[in-house]
């Protein structure tokens, strides 16, 4: 940890800021399992506290823990009264039927490169590439993801790098080039940075004319 810390505060003055700002990394992770992979279906595109509300009761639905069994006895009229929509019912179905006939076997998919668990997943109904980045980083713990898709990232990226809108994924892929091997961590980082108000302009731009000043100052 120390170590990655170190990498990416000496590569990006960016990101050492942000570093400084949100303080000690606290990742926290899952187990690779199917409960890990139903969660981030039922959370996709809802604010956190409706995906904990809904997951909550997915949850109680099954016996306290989200199981493909567990799955397979519920019926669609009670997942619909859990708060799911009939596209992640089905996804969710999907997802379970696909474990229980051994198509997705969770034990292995430690073994698999990056690439491999991604294309892996990515042959399930309802996961996409997002999903799967997530699982790689909050379940495999893999430390080298950079989820370029993702809106907080990019949301972050455009505010700590001053730019007029959302980047796209070779532009944070260029940003990112210093980053490597702990792009996870710095995602991480970037995400958390999205919690603290931004600065404003005011301050930015009074700042930088103080700064001019003292230099000046200095001749």
């Known amino acids: 940890m120390k170590k990655a810390l170190t990498h990416l505060q000496n590569s990006d003055g960016v990101l050492a800021a942000i570093i400084t700002r949100v303080g000690p990394c606290r990742i926290t992770y899952r187990e690779p399992t199917f409960e890990a992979l139903a969660r981030s279906i039922v959370f996709q595109q809802l604010s956190t506290k409706a995906a904990r509300t809904i997951y909550g009761r997915l949850e109680e639905a099954t016996g306290g823990k989200v199981t493909p069994e567990g799955i397979q006895h519920l019926s669609v009229g009670e997942m619909r009264r859990c708060g799911l929509s009939k596209q992640k019912i089905g996804y969710i179905r999907d997802l379970a039927e696909h474990a229980l006939a051994g198509k997705l076997d969770f034990e292995r998919l430690p073994e698999m490169s990056d690439v491999e668990v991604i294309e892996t997943l990515t042959d399930i109904k309802g ?79 009074k700042s930088a004319k103080d700064a001019k000043v003292a230099k000046a100052g200095k001749k």
Request: charge should be positive; hydrophobic fraction near 45%.
């Open 127 to 205: 996961i996409g590439v997002w999903t799967a980045h997530m699982f790689l980083i909050f379940a495999l713990r893999r430390t080298n993801v950079l989820p370029v898709g993702d809106l907080g990232v990019r949301t972050a990226i455009m505010h700590a790098y001053k730019k007029r809108k959302l980047p796209l994924p070779k532009e944070i892929e260029k940003i990112a080039k210093n980053w490597h091997p702990y792009c996870s961590m710095a995602s991480w980082y970037l995400w958390r940075s999205l919690e603290f108000p931004k600065q404003p302009e005011k301050a930015t731009a």
